[in-house]
């Protein structure tokens, strides 16, 4: 009877967001959680956060993983039963291994595919990218050195931006392998994919909002519309100095795009 009751309280949608660092993921995911009809798309999954996420909402993930997969899709789905998570490149293979682990979204010849359309019914896939690759690298190395992931009120930097040629290039080179890991998977489970790019997303912000959702089938209440973003663009001109600092330093090593 639990797994019937379960069974009918399951989202009718699920979709996952791809992404690596500082893609522009977060004005995404903030973009669809604040429509009220998507979900609440966080790192839920991430080794980094899930303690966290358990606590929060009275799930342990290191003693029944499958239920916490449960549990969370349970507690923050929105009321027209969508449920979204946003998925790092780096934490992809360490995602599956432990959905596999369970032995309840799998079973041996299972492929990555099956593992999460099983754990993740109907599961839809988004994928964010963005093109200046060096902009992404600035933006992750700042935020390494500052603590601020995210620009929010009350919350103070832990340390000084400065200009870090060799962490730059680091970040260009992590960032690389997070979009490897992704092209690898839908390269062997091509189909239906949405693709957004962080530019266009910041150009034309409402229009790229409206296109996520009419992919994921979702609709609006009525009267309702999408607001002004809610994320704080963080590049400013220290990134452009940084920027220019980099292309012009002669001992660069890794190709800049």
Sequence with gaps: MAGLLRNLRHPR???VVCA???SGSNLLTDALRETGRAGQPKQFFSELFQSGYGAKYGLDPGSDYARYVRGIIDATATSNGVFGFKL?????EGFLARLRGTGQFASPDSTDLDVLR???PRLQFI???????????????RAMQTGLWKLADGKNAVGEAHFDRDLIAQCLREGEIEEAAWDRFFDNFPGALLTIEYEQLSRDYKRTV??????LGIALQRGSKIGEPITVKQSDAISDEWERRYRTTSSATVAVR
């Design 13 to 15: 949608r699920c979709y």
């Design 20 to 22: 690596v660092a500082r």
């Design 88 to 92: 790092m490149g780096w934490s992809l």
């Design 118 to 120: 099983s754990a993740f």
């Design 127 to 141: 994928r964010i990218i963005r093109r200046d690759k060096l902009r992404q690298a600035i933006s992750k190395a």
């Design 210 to 215: 409206r296109s996520v959702l009419d992919f």
